[in-house]
């Protein structure tokens, strides 16, 4: 199933408490990012201090609007050490995440071998509704699954509050 961002921002607005993410790749081939990557690897850097530059409204101002009121968005990655190229770019890109309101942390893979992490990465809305991100074996995403099963919601919660309480926040990883 393919989706937009539109239509995930229409998920994520009925969200009343909640919105988790979790990532375990350490590269992604997602559409739209390889020219800012390229542009990362090649030097460029953000101004942090002029919003303007970098705040995308269809990203940061949805996430903005949702934590202010009040549902808490939170997104784990599971990566391994040391890390990527690509991981080193996310972090720093992190910023505007964290500057939107969402609750970021890191958690290096050989600290995640006891867990049971699932074969895709996934978002978690409102403990009921489970959005499964299906990518290939490059990174490049392949489609969407969606469940609202019970039980595979909870174990998907469980399983994020497991990694969320080991990993380190945004703010104290340092790649």
């Known amino acids: 199933m393919s989706q937009s961002l539109a239509e995930f921002a229409d998920l994520l607005r009925q ?4 919105a988790v993410h979790l990532e375990t790749r350490d590269a992604y081939a997602v ?9 990362w690897l090649a030097g460029e850097r953000k101004d942090w201090d002029d919003r303007s530059s970098w705040w995308r409204e ?18 784990a990655r599971v990566v391994g050490e040391p890390v990527s190229d690509y991981i080193k770019w996310e972090h720093y890109v992190t910023y505007g995440n964290v500057a939107c309101g969402e609750e970021v942390r890191w958690l290096p893979r050989r600290q995640a071998s006891d867990l ?5 990465d996934f978002w978690l809305f409102d403990g009921k509704l489970v959005q499964f ?4 074996g490059d990174g ?7 469940t609202d099963d019970a039980g595979v919601a909870a174990r ?13 926040p945004h703010n104290k ?3």
Not at 15 to 18: G, H, K, L
Not at 162 to 168: D, F, L, M, P, T
């Open 15 to 18: 969200c009343e408490r909640s």
């Open 31 to 39: 559409p739209g990012e390889h020219p800012a990557f390229d542009a």
């Open 58 to 75: 269809d990203w940061h101002g949805l996430i903005q609007d949702m934590t202010a009121k009040g549902v808490a968005v939170r997104r």
């Open 116 to 120: 049971l992490l699932p074969g895709n």
């Open 133 to 136: 991100n299906v990518f290939d």
């Open 140 to 146: 490049r995403w392949m489609h969407t699954d969606f």
């Open 156 to 168: 998907c919660a469980d399983m994020f509050e497991a990694v969320w309480e080991r990993a380190v």
């Open 173 to 175: 990883y340092n790649v």
